[in-house]
């Protein structure tokens, strides 16, 4: 297992350096770059200008563009080739060194660190009340499999599953948050403008209450996947001889599925961990961001794109692959610790 473990480690640069290469390819081909991000915002506001002065022989714009692309792409370091820009950003990247943003007068690591307690709180706990709920009702839809409850749940989580995230998101605004029905739920933020005005039981009040349409959104959708992958799980070991010979040595259900068969079914749902957490803090709140206006990761990463911020978007991706891969080799950790007769000793030849 130590061997399965350094060779994982080892090959942790190696995906980061192909992650970086191929989007870094990519990028550089897609057209409307930061330069001209810039000169077309600057254009608008000359436009502006020039439609709301009384002078007829406004020149706002004149001489100016040359120049200042010019300027512009010595200051984005565009002057210097694109393979010497990749291996320097590689270079500064293993030294955690991942420059400022373009357009805001901060580093990357202050934008995501003001960003990611939005995004932790929504993914932490839409990934809590996921697991909480599916897994107990996963079980039971296997031990009840083909009964009126397990048609009737297929039903609500298959409904949940196919309405898409952000038109739950916005039907919920319109239902609780002061459109034709009701206003219950506070419509944008998570605290509110008296946050620190209120007391530590008030405080958590207001923060949960901020949490609960969004959350839910995001709860709501991933809620199926894990269901069913449990109840396959379950009824998959429910039908092995082991549990057959338990229950002829007459062992109560309950005893053979909470000593038995519980270990073995909750393998592949322990292994789904990672990926859940990962989709739900990078990108599964992305669209939930943006309708309930939380000023996350994945809003930041969305509008870092539209702008072709190179900075917080290589960035972002870094930081992001690095955490995925490392989550990726704790669950496989943490398969070997509930069931260390898994040693992935096949990986390593």
């Known amino acids: 297992m130590k061997q399965y473990f350094l060779?994982?480690?080892?090959?942790?640069?190696?995906?980061?350096?192909?992650?970086l290469l191929t989007n870094f390819i990519f990028i550089q081909m897609a057209p409307g770059g930061p330069v001209e991000q810039v000169l077309q915002n600057i254009e608008k506001t000359n436009q502006t200008e020039a439609s709301i002065s009384k002078d007829s022989f406004y020149k706002g714009a004149d001489?100016?563009?040359?120049?200042l692309r010019q300027e512009l792409i010595v200051q984005f370091g565009f002057n210097e080739s694109a393979?010497?820009?990749?291996?320097?950003?590689?270079?500064?990247?293993?030294?955690?060194?991942?420059?400022?943003?373009?357009y805001q007068d901060k580093t990357v690591i202050q934008l995501i660190l003001e960003k990611m307690p939005v995004s932790i709180s929504l993914g932490l706990w839409s990934t809590f009340l996921i697991y909480l709920i599916s897994i107990p009702l996963g079980i039971k839809k296997a031990l009840y499999h083909t009964s009126s409850f397990d048609k009737i749940t297929n039903g609500v989580l298959i409904l949940g599953y196919a309405i898409p995230s952000f038109l739950?998101?916005?039907f919920l605004i319109i239902l609780f948050c002061g459109g034709s029905y009701w206003n219950i739920f506070p419509l944008k933020g998570l605290i509110s403008d008296n946050f620190?005005?209120?007391?530590?039981?008030?405080?958590?009040?207001?923060y949960f209450w901020h949490l609960i349409l969004?959350?839910?959104?995001?709860?709501?959708g991933g809620l199926a996947g894990l269901t069913f992958l449990t109840k396959n799980s379950f009824l998959e070991e429910l039908h092995k001889n082991y549990v057959l010979t338990a229950r002829a040595k007459g062992l109560q259900k309950?005893?053979?599925?909470?000593r038995h068969v519980f270990r073995n079914a909750m393998l592949i749902v322990i292994a789904g961990f990672p990926s859940t957490l990962i989709s739900l803090l990078f990108t599964g709140s992305v669209l939930t961001?943006?309708?309930?206006?939380?000023?996350g990761l994945g809003l930041l990463g969305f509008e870092s794109v539209l702008n072709r911020d190179y900075p917080v978007i290589f960035g972002s991706l870094y930081i992001f692959g690095l955490l995925g891969l490392l989550l990726n080799l704790i669950s496989d950790l943490t398969y070997h610790f509930v069931d260390p007769r898994i040693t992935f000793k096949e990986n390593l030849s």
């Open 289 to 295: 961001e943006v309708i309930f206006s939380l000023d």
């Open 254 to 258: 309950k005893q053979v599925l909470y």
């Open 168 to 170: 739950l998101a916005v």
């Open 7 to 19: 060779k994982r480690l080892l090959f942790i640069p190696l995906t980061l350096f192909g992650i």
């Open 83 to 102: 393979p010497k820009r990749f291996l320097k950003m590689v270079k500064d990247y293993l030294r955690f060194d991942f420059g400022k943003s373009f």
């Open 196 to 206: 620190e005005t209120l007391s530590f039981i008030g405080k958590t009040r207001d």
């Open 63 to 67: 001489g100016i563009e040359s120049s």
């Open 214 to 220: 969004p959350v839910g959104t995001m709860t709501l």
